[in-house]
């Protein structure tokens, strides 16, 4: 109850203060000299020297700091999940593709949670490798496809997407069609699943609905200072899709990529960090708490975070607001979670409140990681020029323009994802 008070309170006062209350730097020679926590070495000084140290000893200890201090614990498991297949059609997208709607039923106790996943399958493939992501207001926003069905959960109002009253209608079908290259996708022999992330967890700073209430013991009202937040509920809905996608024959699920925007980019990686089932993960513009060096506090920080989206992380990472000094971890040694698995970061030129270096030197501080298991990673510290990605194992670009996913994006994660992960 108190941190709810603290938090209405907190952003009533951002509402009538917040520009002179935060005021963002974007400006490199204001950015502190602080050190890179080491990758490897370990918390007590001892120095990792292979493959075989890492996974025991390093790894182990930095995801067990990121679930205490950061993305929080998921809490228990469930009792059962199923999948019922509640649409088909073997001739999608002008005969392009499969395409399957499943709902999955979460179940612990007496409490169930059902969610959604839009598939889509290349025709001419027999097991394909496929991209699994979530998107920002429903399956159907995704694509023009009149056969997507409309998701019934809260909604994010949205009045340019022709979203009122916290739930899609007809009206916002397809518009989001354009973050999609779905054609493009199915033509380079991949598939595509989709999820409506607050089918999963509704984004917004209260904790009586979602996945985190199937959990609860009696009399609990929210997660305990260092159990999940909604990254890592998001996190968790991504491993439940993965779940479904291994009995799909049709899938390669040895090969499915988690793919992510912003918000949804640090729940694909937090996903790929938690559940090694993943092949690779592509980071879209995802930012402070993503991909973004916490230390560098360029664009947006840990405290404006934490005030803005008191529900993203657990309770525990508040312990770093305006304090990121005190931080023994910064967000490349997420990122080396995901060695020796591919891994790709994207920013964007007009988007510097996610901090596109930040991102960049995150991805290069992880090299010596991915060195231990003969993979390359990204050596220089220069960052590229615009629209010139690097593509290693650990893959980067920037590209013009701003905070978005465009086709160009896409283009790139394709030819990456054909060499380095089919
Ligand atoms: C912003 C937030 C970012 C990013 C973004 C998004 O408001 O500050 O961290 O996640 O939302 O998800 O679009």
Not at 6 to 17: E, G, Q, S
Not at 38 to 67: A, C, M, Q, V, Y
Not at 371 to 391: A, D, H
Request: include cysteine; charged fraction near 25%; charge should be negative.
């Amino acid at each position: 109850m108190k941190k709810i008070i603290n938090h209405t309170i907190i952003l009533l006062f951002m509402t009538h203060f917040s520009s002179a209350q935060f005021e963002p730097n974007y400006d490199e020679a204001k950015v502190p000299v602080f050190p890179i926590p080491d990758l490897l070495t370990t918390f007590s000084g001892e120095i990792i020297k292979n493959s075989e140290d890492w996974n025991t000893e390093r790894r182990p200890e930095l995801l067990n700091f990121f679930e205490e201090n950061v993305y929080g614990k998921v809490p228990g498991t469930l009792d059962n999940a199923s999948f019922e297949v509640v649409e088909r059609n073997e001739n999608a997208l002008n005969g392009k593709a499969h395409r399957k709607q499943i709902e999955v039923t979460l179940q612990k106790g007496s409490r169930s949670l059902q969610f959604n996943i839009l598939l889509y399958l290349p025709k001419h493939k027999d097991k394909a490798p496929l991209f699994l992501g979530y998107n920002f207001f429903g399956n159907h926003t995704i694509t023009t496809d009149l056969n997507v069905l409309v998701s019934k959960a809260w909604t994010m109002n949205n009045e340019k997407l022709g979203i009122t009253a916290n739930h899609a209608t007809e009206a916002s079908r397809g518009v989001r069609a354009h973050r999609w290259a779905i054609d493009k996708i199915l033509d380079k022999g991949f598939g595509l699943a989709v999820i409506y992330y607050g089918e999963v967890d509704p984004d917004k700073n209260d904790f009586s609905d979602g996945l985190h209430t199937l959990f609860y013991s009696k009399g609990q009202k929210q997660p305990k200072a260092n159990e999940w937040g909604s990254i890592a509920a998001w996190a968790f809905g991504l491993s439940r899709a993965l779940d479904f996608l291994e009995k799909e024959k049709q899938v390669d699920a040895s090969k499915v990529i988690a793919f992510g925007h912003s918000r949804l980019g640090k729940a694909a990686l937090w996903a790929a960090a938690t559940d090694e089932r993943f092949a690779g993960v592509i980071s879209n513009n995802s930012g402070c708490g993503g991909a973004a060096l916490s230390k560098r506090k360029f664009g947006e920080t840990v405290g404006r975070i934490n005030t803005s989206f008191p529900h993203w992380f657990c309770d525990n990472f508040e312990k770093y607001n305006e304090n990121e000094e005190a931080l023994p971890i910064d967000q490349h040694q997420l990122l080396a979670l995901i060695a020796p698995r591919p891994l790709y970061v994207a920013s964007a030129e007009e988007d510097q409140w996610a901090d596109p270096k930040g991102e960049f030197l995150s991805a290069h501080y992880t090299f010596p990681v991915y060195g231990l298991f003969g993979k390359e990673g990204i050596t220089s510290q220069r960052m590229p020029e615009v629209n010139q990605p690097i593509q290693n194992t650990v893959a980067y670009h920037i590209r013009t323009g701003i905070h978005d996913v465009t086709d160009y994006d896409w283009e790139q994660y394709l030819i990456w994802a054909k060499k380095f992960i089919e």
